[in-house]
């Protein structure tokens, strides 16, 4: 069974820093992993993706030059550092899994999703 479990969210001022893990159990370590976040009223969106081998990295324009993902794979984590942040940047964060190669900034191309950690930014 496969699982994702974020953390790392929070309440930080503009122009600020987080980082966010997301922490998988079962199959999912040959997968593709990405970030996206919702914001209330808006649609889930695309923020970071990585591939198994992390020879292959996308983001979203907004948060380029910003955030960083990375994989830690002997530990099964997903890592999103978030620096420079803004107010619109205020979403609940999710992690998602990929169950095939490459890495795709489409939420249907995934196939597994943690529940959420929630990220404000204050001005």
């Known amino acids: 069974q496969v699982q994702l479990v974020e953390s790392g969210g929070g309440l930080v001022q503009a122009g600020g820093s987080l980082r966010l893990s997301c922490a998988t159990s079962?199959?999912?370590?040959?997968?593709?992993m990405g970030w996206f976040r919702q914001a209330p009223g808006k649609e889930r969106e695309f923020v970071a993706g990585?591939?198994?081998?992390?020879?292959?990295?996308r983001y979203a324009d907004a948060v380029k030059g910003r955030f960083t993902i990375s994989r830690d794979n002997a530990k099964k984590t997903v890592y999103l550092q978030m620096n420079s942040l803004k107010p619109e940047d205020t979403a609940v964060y999710h992690c998602?899994?990929?169950?095939?190669?490459?890495?795709?900034?489409?939420?249907?191309?995934?196939?597994?999703w943690g529940q959420g950690t929630q990220v404000t930014v204050s001005s």
């Open positions: 998602a899994a990929r169950a095939s190669f490459g890495v795709v900034i489409e939420a249907r191309g995934y196939d597994y």
């Open positions: 990585i591939s198994w081998t992390r020879t292959d990295t």
């Open positions: 079962g199959r999912t370590f040959t997968y593709s």
